[in-house]
């Protein structure tokens, strides 16, 4: 079946780096999003994109859709303590059809005040 | 808008018990999924629904979990007999139909000793 490789599994960073983080799949995704999840909840929408070299930001964030439709990227910048969560990257194959969400393995994020 | 809402947030049960977990979607929204998070395998799709019809069940892990949408406001997912590998956490989901953009809710933490 589809698979998405997340990487890295885990980030350790000061407060203020930057933060880069990756997906990649084996097979074309029509839409990416990347989504948030902090302790004891669900995951939360950061970012939608749907146009392969999309590149859209919210607020510190910004997302791109890989012009081959097989990876994304998410960039934080300017890190804060409650950017500490996981962040998953998921894609829908489908372009809207089923609305079949693949996630990816997950990236854990810890900021060190 | 009350969100997703899930209960109950924690279920202790013992083996061969069966347990019950339920989601109230948000008003308006015709497509509902049910996803498995654990350590080993990540966020797993369990089965969705579209206008309360169920569309893919097959990522139910098998025949002991069963999942229904009597009417758009009110799902379940049952286990029975549970068993100590379905501890996890269990998310539900609410999005509209042609949009990846889901809401999920806060999850069930399921431990099955």
């Known amino acids: 079946g589809q698979q998405l490789n997340q990487s890295p599994q885990s980030m350790f960073i000061q407060e203020g780096e930057d933060v880069s983080m990756n997906c990649t799949s084996s097979?074309?995704?029509?839409?990416w999003l990347w989504y948030k999840q902090d302790p004891g909840e669900g995951p939360v929408l950061l970012i939608a994109l749907y146009k392969a070299g999309e590149l859209t930001s919210n607020g510190r964030l910004t997302a791109q859709f890989g012009i081959t439709r097989k990876d994304s990227f998410l960039n934080i910048s300017a890190s804060i303590p409650s950017d500490v969560g996981i962040y998953f990257c998921?894609?829908?194959?489908?372009?809207?059809?089923?609305?079949?969400?693949?996630f990816g393995t997950g990236t854990l994020l810890a900021v060190q005040p | 808008d009350a969100g997703v809402i899930q209960s109950p947030r924690h279920e202790v049960t013992e083996m061969g018990q069966e347990v019950t977990l339920r989601c109230k979607p948000i008003s308006g929204h015709n497509s509902l999924f049910w996803y498995r998070q654990t350590m080993m395998r990540g966020l797993e799709l369990l089965i969705y629904?579209?206008?309360?019809?169920?569309?893919?069940d097959s990522g139910m892990p098998e025949d002991r979990f069963s999942a229904k949408m009597p009417n758009a406001s009110f799902s379940t997912l049952k286990i029975q007999p549970s068993e100590p590998r379905d501890s996890a956490v269990y998310f539900c989901?609410?999005?509209?139909?042609?949009?990846?953009?889901?809401?999920f809710g806060s999850g069930t933490r399921l431990t099955v000793v």
């Open positions: 998921a894609g829908d194959p489908s372009g809207g059809a089923t609305n079949k969400l693949i």
């Open positions: 989901a609410s999005g509209k139909t042609g949009s990846a953009r889901y809401t």
């Open positions: 097979s074309i995704f029509n839409t």
């Open positions: 629904f579209n206008n309360n019809v169920p569309i893919d």
